[in-house]
């Protein structure tokens, strides 16, 4: 589609995502919260680097391995020393990868997610008015972490409108809607 005006946005958590687990604490199913903290074990040249986890009603741990077993050499200076330093980046980066929790077998709570959307390299500002609403405007929205979110939510958000106006412009053929690879898609007529 050719499109007068292409906006970029993209979706980025505001947190780690919480881990549900059975607590041997509370004896049943709670939510643990990245403690944004690694514990780091060295036995001779061999490393074990975990995540922290804490329940968040009786504060038990849940150690998520990162590395196991691993030879330190094999592990980046860098990214050693910042697990030595707590990095609470190198956390964050840990606590919302998907892949990292479908590895290590951990639920995750993908519900209630806190997210941001930012806009990428827009030039023009849109105000609150609907601006976006002219014809012949693209919005691409990225969602790189998989955030799993209503499109019809996400949608009037970044057109700043209601989800009813949403819905009856998507009714009516005023815009179209199309999941894409990682993220959404907005085209305006």
């Not at 707590?86 to 709570?109: Q, S, T």
């Not at 053929?173 to 007529?189: L, S």
Request: with cysteine.
């Amino acid at each position: 589609m050719n499109c007068l005006r292409v906006f970029k946005y993209k979706l980025l958590p505001e947190g780690s995502y919480e881990v549900i687990r059975n607590c041997s604490g509370c004896g049943k199913k709670s939510h643990y919260y990245n403690t944004n903290h690694f514990r780091v074990n060295a036995n001779g040249n061999k490393v074990d680097v975990w995540l922290i986890y804490q329940c968040r009603k009786c504060k038990r741990t849940l150690n998520i391995p990162i590395f196991e077993r691993q030879n330190k050499a094999d592990i980046a200076k860098s990214e050693y020393r910042k697990f030595m330093e707590n990095d609470r980046r190198l956390a964050m980066e840990y606590g919302m990868n998907k892949e990292f929790f479908i590895k290590n077998r951990v639920e995750i709570n993908q519900t209630n997610i806190r997210y941001g959307i930012i806009s990428v390299g827009n030039t023009e500002k849109i105000d609150k008015t609907g601006m976006m609403l002219y014809k012949g405007t693209e919005i691409i929205i990225e969602n790189p972490y998989g955030l799993k979110l209503r499109t019809d939510k996400i949608t009037a958000e970044v057109l700043n409108i209601t989800r009813s106006k949403e819905k009856k412009l998507e009714k009516s053929g005023g815009i179209i809607v199309e999941p894409c690879h990682h993220g959404i898609r907005i085209y305006i007529f």
